[in-house]
């Protein structure tokens, strides 16, 4: 079987069903799977819980948590529950990595639309000085901001940002490159090819700037449409630059698992062969007959340079005493499910 591991997948939300078992089937193809917590139907403290009895279950698994903005939009954090203690502590249960969703036009605005505050700065610069990876969703693909292109899903998901007040595409990127441009040496992948399938002329300027810049290739069904139409292009891209590239579906608990199979075929027929799949677009898309070292860059050998050759170990102890932290920030409902946990796992 070929070495992959999937970079970005989400648990967010509790099922009905037993969670730490979701991803058996999956695991099935795949050599480990990087969770990420993200702030959607839950806080992030909670999801850094679920995720973090998800990897006591599953050890062989690599979990990034978010930092929970605790008063928003950001002002001046709380002494002992700041950026950088929450990263600290994070890192002490076992996370190899942080996961910020803060550059999404809806978390980007109830944040107070700021991605270089001063106290996420002290967070890029600790976790610049660490060697820690960084995954960062920023923006989302242009046509959302469009009231003539932006689709019927992105609208019902309140994804569709045409009432003015939120940043523009182009804020939210300026923001992203200084943060790059104030932590060069920051290990940071942005998730989605960087929402710059139609630009990826900038991908190739920051590559050149920034050494350990890379970004995903979760779809964004519209990546790989622009790939589909500009092939020879996109082909030449991928060769010269596979060492920034890293693969990912984005698949998440409870998600719709025909439509995560289909995905998973596509990314990786595109990626590791020379034959043809329909599409995003229902078009053929053609593989990109890269070399073996090359296919492996991007289906691992970038994200275990990254995040390390295997998870790093957990620590029920600093698990336990985050919750209790933390607790005020549940719900009763987050409660109620993670009282078993803690009695099975803890
Ligand atoms: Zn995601």
Not at 157 to 183: M, P, V
Not at 260 to 284: H, Y
């Amino acid at each position: 079987m070929r070495k992959i591991i999937d970079s970005h997948l989400h648990i967010s939300k509790w099922g009905e069903d037993d969670f730490i078992s979701c991803f058996d089937k999956y695991r099935e193809k795949v050599h480990s799977i990087n969770i990420c917590a993200i702030p959607f139907k839950q806080s992030n403290v909670c999801n850094n819980i679920m995720v973090g009895f998800y990897k006591l279950a599953n050890p062989d698994t690599y979990i990034h948590g978010g930092i929970e903005l605790i008063e928003v939009p950001i002002d001046n954090m709380l002494e002992d529950m700041d950026a950088v203690t929450q990263y600290r502590e994070l890192m002490e249960i076992g996370f190899d990595g942080i996961k910020m969703l803060e550059g999404k036009p809806t978390e980007h605005k109830r944040i107070g639309k700021n991605l270089n505050h001063p106290s996420l700065n002290s967070l890029y610069r600790e976790m610049e000085r660490d060697g820690t990876h960084l995954l960062m969703h920023v923006n989302d693909p242009d046509e959302f901001w469009d009231p003539d292109r932006a689709p019927d899903w992105a609208v019902k998901n309140g994804w569709a940002y045409l009432d003015g007040t939120y940043s523009s595409f182009e804020e939210i990127r300026e923001q992203t490159i200084k943060i790059l441009k104030d932590h060069p040496n920051l290990s940071i992948t942005l998730a989605h090819f960087f929402f710059c399938s139609k630009e990826p002329k900038i991908l190739e300027e920051l590559f050149s700037l920034y050494p350990n810049f890379c970004v995903d290739l979760t779809p964004g069904g519209e990546m790989y449409v622009e790939f589909e139409k500009n092939y020879s292009y996109y082909k030449d891209f991928f060769n010269r630059y596979s060492d920034r590239l890293i693969f990912g579906t984005d698949r998440s608990y409870m998600g719709d698992e025909e439509y995560a199979s289909w995905l998973f075929n596509v990314v990786t027929t595109f990626i590791g062969t020379d034959k043809t799949v329909k599409s995003f677009d229902n078009k053929e898309l053609k593989g990109l007959s890269l070399t073996q070292d090359k296919i492996d860059n991007i289906l691992f050998a970038n994200f275990e340079r990254r995040v390390g050759s295997s998870p790093k170990l957990m620590c029920k102890e600093k698990l336990r005493s985050y919750i209790e932290k933390y607790n005020f920030a549940l719900t009763e409902e987050d409660k109620k499910n993670i009282e078993p946990l803690i009695k099975k796992y803890l």
